[in-house]
């Protein structure tokens, strides 16, 4: 074996010019923040001696409220870094007009592909996930998930998938072929770099841990609710929580089955969609696509579930046609698999299978509308309360609809010929995206937050957050559609139509207002912590809320509920409120099982990361060992059966009583007056 | 509880407490769900193959040509006894108290299972050996990795067994070892199932 043969077999195609400096100045900026961001977290621990708090009360918890935190942890980051990637784009398409602009044509490619690929699965996926996990459950009457295991374990793969994503900005390079991966540019010969690699398996540890928590979800909805919760009881969340995780478990594997063919294709020189010896990309178009058009339903369906929570509360109303909301997303859900077809109108199928799936993609207009209709019957009568979810609520339902028109437009084949991956597209899918997904996210991250940590965000930085998210979208997308319809394609680094720089100048200050409105949450995060005291809220029912979450303290105990609740009607807690029992002592305490913390999915998580990362690079024994890791850690797990500890009767009594007795002593504030320092968790409809 | 009453999906664990049965219950619904999601994977490697055996030959040799329909026989009644055998092993683990019966029926399932696998990795070398590789043509690829897909598997639930058996031996972990067989079982059925649409597709139709 002479030494070329031993580094490679140690390192794999790992070379010293992998690691930074890069070859570009703003590539090595990128690399340094990531390495002084991991860094600075790291001093930041160790200053502070937070280690052992950081393992010992969070990445070793299998609390779903914990694990739903942790999730939101990751999408924050992940936003962060791809909204700073999405301005430079904006501004290099600005510049680059009949000029080269601020990077090169590959490293563009980059950003578009990080951008889209983080945005959709580490940022809405994470997001969305962590809040079902915390709120879905509390809702429901539920102590926790079925399997909390398992749980931590979807989490950590997601994390796993995360990290390598960020580890790609520091050493090698990222994928060059868009978010969805099309081969066969995404074969060897093409792209012969670690990028492709690194894209296929970040994107395959995080579908695996979406359907591993999809299932979760969805058996937790079906056999944890408490006793009467029937199904038609369910708060509006939970209902699009379940069909979101029904739709995570059908439609995560065919991503994973095409991440696989692929692999198979580059790694072992299959011919699955290489372009000659049989291949055939249309196949990878419809695997793709089969997950990809579901997915954006399992992106939208929870931040329908927030809207109606929030509209709901803050009209200080019930939710206007309850029972068409649930059925409008149940058909939403079905309707979402028969239509991906519309993502490859131009690539060559007959006009008549055009139109049938045009037609079909119409159709979710129909039950959309239905929701839109209900929320603002919601809200028409109802005693508003313009707070900063509510806000972003009013947003949403104004964009919301222009871009389903949009939709609707794109879903017709001739048209979509013509503006056929032009920015018209792009301008579609974020007008659906931001005001639909990540807006309700937003919206659900503030609605919720008090809830979580025990105290209200900062008003007035929220109503900030609000305006520069709004405007700023506003401006950064509209003008897209004028770009799309002039012609300009998208995915292009450098143009050469002198009259797109006006359009193309607004759409970059739109941007910058975003990257405003993201700075104003983290400023607002801040100010929030910093005034907790006055903005406490520890009754735990600052906005005089409908369901279950809000009848217990914030933050809720590991338990979530002394004692399970009896539910006799929709809205329970606004029935119990009314009854006059909310606060109530129960009749009698008894023990309850929790499980334990165990490191085992954490490292799993890293033994993921591992397998992933030396896959990209070719190290096998590494890889292997990875592997053997991971599933080791499923079998040491099933060795053991002492996985929970009992919180003994008297415990839960004395916590239960504090709690009852602190709501009790507590004045009631008007709903009115709920942003008010006085409301401590308590508000109540006018008298 | 009553021994007639369907407690939950599956054959039930049979004489343990009323407890065990009520943790059954989302377990084994879960592991359904589970299998749902699997079942999405073979459905589209299956889509894959058909897709493949028709425009991915690429010159190369036709699923006539690699089909031997005298080891896939073989194989199919190797798989459907071991699914036989895993049915009188749930059988034993319902009705009678001593663990041997149940023991000797799993041991019989993996033997099976292991000479089925046996087989599908003759017919594969056999295919290299001719020169149909998968890197041959998109048709050869899709028909090593949909029956690869499922060999790997069956080699799962071989190492699910193996782990199985080691912890029927290890106190306190009765119940859940209980549960485990219970949802091998599932799992083990399921992959009879699958084979039975393999064979189909890529056996009767491949001679035809
Ligand atoms: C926050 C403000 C955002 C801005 C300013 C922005 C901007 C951009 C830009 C400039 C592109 C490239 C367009 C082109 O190829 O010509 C892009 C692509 C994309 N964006 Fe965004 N975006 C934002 C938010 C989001 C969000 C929230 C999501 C998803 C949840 C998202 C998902 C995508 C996807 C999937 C692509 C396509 C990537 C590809 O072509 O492969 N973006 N975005
Ligand atoms: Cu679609």
């Known amino acids: 074996m002479n ?18 400096p890069k070859s570009d100045l703003i590539a090595t900026g990128a690399a340094s923040l990531v390495i002084l961001g991991a860094l600075g977290v790291v001093v930041l621990l160790t200053v502070t001696r937070r280690w052992r708090w950081l393992w010992s009360e969070w990445l070793t918890s299998l609390d779903h409220k914990k694990i739903g935190i942790m999730y939101i942890v990751i999408a924050f980051v992940m936003l962060a870094r791809a909204v700073v990637e999405a301005a430079l784009m904006r501004t290099q398409q600005a510049v680059a007009i009949n000029a080269p602009g601020v990077v090169s044509p590959e490293h563009f490619a980059q950003l578009f592909t990080t951008h889209g690929s983080v945005m959709i699965f580490f940022m809405a996926m994470p997001f969305l996930s962590g809040i079902i996990n915390y709120v879905m459950p509390l809702q429901i009457g539920a102590r926790d998930l079925t399997f909390p295991f398992m749980n931590a374990v979807g989490l950590w793969l997601t994390g796993a998938g995360a990290a390598l994503v960020m580890v790609s900005l520091v050493i090698g390079k990222f994928s060059i072929g868009g978010w969805s991966g ?61 069909c979101t995780a029904i739709l995570m478990i059908f439609a995560m594997p065919p991503l994973t089955v095409a991440t696989a063919l692929l692999a198979l294709d580059r790694y072992a020189g299959f011919h699955f969609f290489t372009n000659d010896l049989g291949g055939n990309m249309m196949n990878y178009a419809n695997l793709f696509w089969l997950f990809g058009h579901p997915e954006v339903y399992i992106l939208i369906l929870p931040a329908f579930g927030i809207w109606s929570e929030v509209i709901s509360t803050f009209s200080g109303k019930r939710l206007y046609g309850y029972k068409s909301m649930v059925f409008a997303v149940m058909c939403i859900a079905v309707l979402s698999f028969t239509v991906w077809l519309h993502h490859f109108f131009t690539m060559g199928q ?82 659906m995206l931001i005001p639909g997904t990540l807006f309700g996210m937003i919206a659900g991250y503030m609605f919720w937050f008090p809830k979580a940590f025990g105290f209200r965000l900062e008003e007035t930085w929220g109503r900030i957050a609000w305006g520069c998210w709004s405007a700023g979208f506003l401006l950064a997308f509209l003008p897209l559609y004028m770009l799309g319809l002039f012609g300009m394609m998208r995915r292009t680094a450098e143009t050469f139509r002198a009259e797109y ?19 104003a949450l983290i400023v607002q995060l801040i100010v929030s912590i910093r005034r907790r005291e ?93 592997l053997l890791a991971m599933w080791g850690g499923v079998v040491a797990r099933s060795f053991r059966s002492d996985f929970e500890h009992v919180i003994p009767a008297a415990q839960i009594e004395r916590e239960n009583e504090a ?15 709920e942003l008010d320092p006085a409301n401590r968790g308590k508000a109540v409809e006018r008298q | 509880m009553s021994d007639q009453q369907s407690l939950h999906a599956g054959v039930n664990i049979g004489r343990t ?127 090593f990795t949909l029956l690869g897909c499922h060999g790997l598997h069956v080699s799962a639930g071989l190492v699910w067994m193996a782990v199985l058996f080691v912890q029927m031996r290890v106190p306190g972990l009765e119940r859940l070892v209980r549960l485990r067989i219970m949802r091998l079982a599932l799992f083990w059925h399921m992959l009879d199932v699958v084979w039975i649409a393999i064979l189909t597709f890529v056996f009767l139709y491949g001679a035809a």
């Open chain 1, 3 to 20: 030494t070329h043969d031993l580094t490679y077999w140690l390192f794999g195609n790992l070379r010293w010019s992998d690691f930074p």
């Open chain 1, 182 to 242: 099309y081969p066969p540019f995404t074969e060897l010969p093409f792209s012969p770099g670690e990028g492709v690699d690194y894209w296929i398996w970040a994107v395959t540890l995080s579908s695996l841990g979406t359907t591993l928590t999809g299932i979760n979800f969805a058996v937790t909805l079906y056999k944890e609710r408490a006793p009467g919760m029937r199904l038609f009881r369910l708060p509006l969340f939970a209902w699009t929580s379940l």
């Open chain 1, 350 to 431: 007959s006009a008549n299978v055009n139109a049938v799936f045009g037609i079909a993609t119409m159709l979710i207009g129909i039950p959309t509308g239905v929701k839109v209709y209900d929320w603002l019957l919601t809200m028409y009568g109802g005693r508003l309360r313009l707070t900063a979810p509510m806000l972003f609520a009013v947003t949403f339902l104004f964009c919301f609809v222009l871009g389903g028109l949009s939709g609707i437009i794109l879903a017709n084949p001739p048209v979509d010929f013509s503006v056929h991956n032009s920015l018209f597209l792009v301008a579609h899918f974020h007008n």
């Open chain 1, 501 to 519: 720089a006006p359009w193309l100048w607004t759409a970059w200050g739109g941007a910058g207002l975003i990257v405003c409105g993201l700075g």
């Open chain 1, 534 to 626: 006055a903005l406490a809220v520890p009754v735990g029912d600052p906005w005089d809320g409908h369901s279950l979450e809000w009848w217990t303290s914030s933050p809720p105990p590991e338990y979530n509920f002394a004692v399970l609740p009896k539910i006799e009607e929709t809205e329970a807690f606004t029935a119990m409120k009314r009854r006059g029992r909310a606060y109530e002592s129960p009749e009698d305490y008894a023990d309850i099982t929790m499980p334990k913390h165990t490191g085992l999915p954490v490292m799993i998580g890293a033994a993921g990361f591992v397998c992933a990362f030396a896959l990209t690079w070719h190290i096998w024994w590494a890889a292997a060992l990875g």
């Open chain 1, 659 to 673: 709690w009852l007795a602190r709501a009790r002593a507590t004045t009631p504030v008007d709903r009115f007056a």
């Open chain 2, 17 to 143: 407490d009323p407890e065990a049965h009520e943790e059954a219950g989302p377990v084994m619904f879960g592991f359904w769900v589970f299998l749902m999601s699997d079942l999405v994977l073979f459905a589209l490697l299956l889509a894959t193959y058909s897709a493949m055996s028709l425009h991915g030959i690429a010159g190369g040799p036709t699923p006539k040509d690699v089909t031997d329909l005298k080891s896939a026989g073989i194989e199919t009644a190797l798989l459907l006894a071991s699914s036989f055998t895993f049915g009188m092993a749930s059988l034993a683990q319902k009705y009678r108290d001593d663990r041997a019966p149940m023991v000797a029926w799993m041991v019989a399932t993996a033997l099976l299972g292991i000479a089925f696998l046996g087989f599908e990795a003759r017919d594969f070398v056999k295919l290299a050996e001719e020169g149909h590789m998968p890197q041959r043509s998109g048709f050869l690829s899709a028909h």
